[in-house]
């Protein structure tokens, strides 16, 4: 094959991971270092190529490691009857915690990218599309021939709650160790990393390990209880943990029935290296840390459509407060708490009224909520 095939065909390579190791090439071109750098040359020389992909704008991006899914929603029509066939609405839309933070951010007029893995499939080229539309860059993912894009099937009841729900997401186990380092130089520009519990264990290790080293703010979202488990003892490094409170209690191995449980609960996440813990309770409110103390908020009350994706716009708007320079988790969770409400009032998964300038109007001066007491 002629040297011009082959230049060809790195380019093509480039193009479609523009984070790829001149290693990489140089196996998948059966080729050596030097003529893949020499190849790199002369398609720079040629303006083909404007330099490495991880020289990025001056506003530095955030980065979502995590989930990317097709969403299946299936909601009853009527009050839901177990054991029996039950009349019910179905659609499909694009998912996963990750990305749903990304979609958030990218609306909330951030920098953001994804780094996730997907199917060589009809719903990973869909979702890798709607997502690029949205604004994300989805270039650094992982693309597998011999996996399934994942899937999560939530069954709601007729009052959009949602009474259980089916993951899988057995392809994000090769977003490994080796995998995150390939994307160093992308994830070293990021401003902030937002990484689902999706991850193996050993990468929420790895990940946890660079931030002990580095300057990007980490922050950790659970997904589900069982995937408590991949969350390590030590958490030294991590800037905020968000998490509900039965994954609160799974972490803890106990029931935490009271505000002083939760409080002790939050203590001991502390003092096993995290900086600071967000519990959210659903339509209760949320609890936050604040030095020695626990602030609890309310939630907005609201006519819910539909609970899916609220948690995340939370997330993404906490991300967003702490993104603008903010250390006020307090102002972070009303901004949290604002968007998980235009979530729960929207049937969409991201809610397509989304703003930056509906964070801009929540300033320090709405800070009033003092220490509650005990909310059971």
Not at 141 to 147: F, R
């Amino acid at each position: 094959m002629s040297d011009s095939s082959k230049k060809d065909q790195l380019y093509q390579l480039i193009r479609a991971n523009p984070f790829i190791s001149q290693q990489d090439l140089a196996v998948e071109l059966r080729l050596s270092r030097s003529a893949v750098a020499g190849h790199i040359a002369s398609l720079i020389r040629e303006r083909r190529l404007l330099g490495r992909a991880y020289v990025l704008p001056d506003k530095r991006p955030v980065v979502c490691i995590g989930a990317a899914n097709l969403d299946r929603k299936l909601r009853t029509i009527a009050s839901m009857q177990l054991g029996t066939s039950n009349p019910a609405t179905a659609e499909e839309v694009y998912g996963g915690v990750a990305r749903n933070i990304a979609e958030n951010l990218a609306r909330l007029s951030l920098p953001v990218a994804l780094l996730t893995a997907l199917g060589d499939d009809g719903a990973g080229r869909n979702l890798q599309d709607h997502a690029e539309a949205a604004g994300i860059d989805t270039r650094g993912s992982l693309k597998l021939q011999d996996a399934a894009t994942g899937t999560y099937t939530a069954i709601l009841d007729d009052k959009g709650e949602l009474v259980v729900a089916l993951a899988d997401m057995a392809l994000y186990d090769r977003i490994t160790p080796d995998f995150l380092t390939s994307r160093l130089p992308q994830r070293a520009a990021a401003a902030m990393t937002v990484v689902d519990l999706n991850l193996p264990a050993d990468s929420i290790a790895a990940l946890l390990d660079s931030a002990r080293h580095d300057n990007v703010p980490l922050v950790i979202v659970a997904v589900s209880q069982p995937k408590m488990a991949r969350l390590p003892q030590d958490l030294r490094g991590l800037r905020l943990l968000i998490l509900n409170r039965g994954e609160l209690e799974t972490r803890a191995g106990r029931a935490l029935p009271t505000e002083a449980d939760v409080r002790a609960a939050c203590h001991a996440l502390r003092e096993q290296g995290v900086q600071d813990v967000i519990v959210t309770c659903g339509s209760q409110g949320v609890y936050h840390t604040r030095d020695s103390e626990l602030v609890w908020l309310a939630a907005h009350q609201v006519d819910v459509v539909d609970v899916t994706g609220a948690g995340d716009a939370f997330s993404a708007a906490v991300c967003w407060s702490l993104y603008q320079g903010s250390g006020d988790l307090t102002l972070a969770c009303r901004r949290g708490l604002k968007v998980a409400a235009m979530t729960l009032e929207s049937p969409e998964t991201v809610s397509p009224v989304l703003a930056a300038d509906v964070l801009d109007e929540i300033h320090d001066f709405d800070l009033s909520a003092p220490l509650f007491p005990s909310k059971g």
